[in-house]
């Protein structure tokens, strides 16, 4: 059974830094990807970055190219994301997420994504 447990997340003023950590288990990351999604109250989920495991190819939205990076951890099937240079803008729950179609040639849409964690909520405010 495949599962996704999300953490990392946290209150952090306009400017500052997280890591989110996507812990993984029930596959193999090695043969597979894991895309990064975040919904704000009101709005629809947005895909944010993505990593495919065999390859290391890896994804950005326009919105976070240059202030986020996705990498795999040293631990086996964890994926983190760092986020830097946070903005109130980036306020949101964050979401991991696999599937067998995931991050196949870019982010692609949620429907690619058949498995997702439960969340971490990321506040950008001062």
């Known amino acids: 059974q495949v599962q996704l447990v999300e953490s990392g997340g946290g209150l952090v003023q306009p400017g500052g830094s997280l890591r989110l950590s996507c812990a993984v288990s029930?596959?193999?990351?090695?043969?597979?990807?894991i895309g990064w999604f975040r919904q704000a109250p009101g709005k629809e989920r947005e895909g944010v970055s993505c990593?495919?495991?065999?390859?290391?190819?890896?994804y950005y939205a326009d919105s976070v190219k240059g202030r986020f990076t996705i990498a795999r951890g040293n631990a086996k099937n964890t994926v983190y994301l760092q986020m830097n240079t946070l903005k109130p803008e980036d306020t949101a729950v964050y979401s991991c997420?696999?599937?067998?179609?995931?991050?196949?040639?870019?982010?692609?849409?949620?429907?690619?994504?058949?498995?997702w964690g439960q969340g971490t909520q990321v506040t950008v405010s001062s």
């Open positions: 990593i495919r495991g065999s390859i290391g190819s890896t």
């Open positions: 029930g596959f193999t990351l090695d043969y597979g990807a």
């Open positions: 997420a696999t599937g067998p179609y995931a991050c196949r040639d870019g982010l692609g849409p949620a429907r690619d994504y058949a498995y």
